[in-house]
């Protein structure tokens, strides 16, 4: 059968349901207000890299905390994005229509492609400090680590970047 033509099944409804909610629209009710929630994802999962890779090859206990501390703010920012983009991202390709299948594939495509010149722009940065003399070798696994976070995540940034505002209500065009 094609993906298209299987029925959806409970956890598909529950989740549809999930990404589908209307409580949070104000906060991403505007390209503005999206910008605004991608971009402090973009720094809460910075700067729980940056705690998380301290408390691990630092050994300070600070960090652990810095790292729990943040997780509550992205777990919301993470979920205002997944509301703003319907669950693009986060739904099974037959719970989407024939447009959000489209727009998950343009997504996808263009991650990998911000991607590429990342990888790229990262490995001639490490060269270059190689280069340079510097001691690479403490870098490998923080860069690694911080890429494949990027790289995860990446597809949802751009998908909250370019969702596009909903429709407005015929109601409250008749009320103005």
Not at 30 to 48: E, K, M, Q, W, Y
Not at 123 to 129: D, S
Not at 144 to 173: I, Y
Request: hydrophobic share 50%; with cysteine; glycine share 8%.
């Amino acid at each position: 059968m094609k993906t298209d033509e299987r029925p959806m099944t409970g956890y598909d409804r529950r989740m549809y349901a999930l990404m589908n909610r209307r409580e949070g629209a104000p906060l991403y009710a505007t390209a503005a207000r999206r910008r605004a929630v991608v971009v402090a994802h973009i720094v809460l999962t910075a700067a729980g890299i940056a705690c998380w890779l301290y408390s691990v090859l630092g050994d300070e206990r600070w960090a652990t905390v810095g790292t729990l501390g943040v997780m509550l703010p992205w777990c919301v920012a993470t979920g205002v994005i997944n509301g703003a983009t319907r669950g693009l991202l986060e739904l099974r390709a037959h719970a989407l229509d024939e447009r959000q299948r489209a727009e998950k594939n343009r997504v996808a495509a263009r991650a990998q492609y911000v991607m590429m010149w990342l990888l790229l722009s990262v490995t001639v940065a490490v060269g270059g400090a190689g280069l340079a003399g510097l001691e690479i070798e403490g870098l490998v696994f923080p860069v690694l680590f911080s890429v494949f976070v990027v790289h995860w995540l990446m597809p949802l940034w751009l998908a909250g970047l370019t969702a596009a505002d909903e429709p407005a209500d015929d109601e409250a065009d008749e009320a103005r």
